[in-house]
């Protein structure tokens, strides 16, 4: 016996070519090429039993990626990309705590040589930032461990000289 019908996906030509774009180059996240396969899969008729054997996934899926889908498809794609709509929504939790421009402060206090900052050292340590990033009022208060955290996860966005000596702390 048939289970209830389905909400139709009707892909526009844009929407379809973009798919197939994404599913096929090889840049793409495996999560988002998946969701395009589910619903390009979807588009072609199949219902969510079907795409979640074809795709090996749990049958919840195909059925949360069509509605997520259907949900954003009054949306024009000069608004929200194909790729866009595949992505998984913000997390909740709480928010950042360091700013987008205490960031930058950081991220460029950590470039500049320890010595122009009054520093008698050659390289920053964990203590030595956190200590300067205090000093110049970017945050009230950080640990050494968490400010050299934080550079070491923007260090691919920093020069390729180390910018913090591993103390072991």
Known sequence: MPGPKLPEIKLSDEERQGLEKLVRR??????????????????????????????????????????????????????????????????????????????????AMACEDPEDSG???????????????IARGILETISPRHAARLLKRWRSQTPSDPVLVDTGS
């Not at 999560?31 to 390009?40: F, K, W």
């Not at 509605?67 to 498809?73: E, F, V």
């Not at 709509?85 to 928010?95: I, S, V």
């Open 119 to 133: 520093r008698p050292i050659s390289h920053w340590t964990a203590r030595e930032i956190a200590d300067e990033i």
């Open 26 to 107: 090889h840049s793409t996240p495996q999560q988002i090429a998946l969701r395009g396969r589910i619903i390009l899969a979807a588009a072609d008729g199949k219902n969510n039993s079907q795409i979640a054997r074809e795709l090996g996934v749990n049958r919840e899926t195909p059925r949360l990626w069509r509605n997520r889908w259907l949900t954003l498809s009054p949306i024009s794609l000069d608004d929200l990309s194909v790729e866009e709509r595949l992505e998984d929504l913000p997390r909740p939790g709480a928010p950042p705590q360091i700013t987008a421009d205490q960031r930058c402060q950081i991220e």
